[in-house]
């Protein structure tokens, strides 16, 4: 899991300049981002901070059409910010 966080990073990076190339997978960006939260451990959180950081990114670009379809699974606060206490703690500001 830490390792598809941080290529998100990465293609979180990569949208602001090649937007263009990247138009073709609007649709999937999404649902990888669902997948990643749903399967991100409750006891890692930095790698669940870092995941909502680049999802934070990547909404802030053109790209976030993509997520409207899917938003009542991001307002699931088990989805977006886990179900252990701490993270529910830490990550509760961030989300």
């Known amino acids: 899991v830490t390792a598809q966080v941080k290529t998100l990073s990465f293609l979180a990076y990569l949208l602001r300049m090649f937007a263009e190339k990247l138009r073709p997978y609007?649709?999937?960006?999404?649902?990888?981002?669902i997948s990643l939260l749903i399967t991100c451990p409750n006891e890692v959180i930095s790698i669940r901070r870092e995941?909502?950081?680049?999802?934070?990114?990547?909404?802030?670009?053109?790209?976030?059409?993509g997520f409207v379809a899917h938003i009542d699974t991001f307002l699931q606060e088990r989805v977006l910010v886990g179900q252990g206490r701490t993270c529910y703690?830490?990550?509760r500001p961030l989300a």
């Open 26 to 33: 609007r649709d999937a960006i999404p649902k990888a981002v």
């Open 51 to 65: 995941l909502l950081i680049a999802t934070r990114h990547i909404v802030a670009t053109d790209f976030r059409a």
């Open 89 to 91: 703690e830490s990550l």
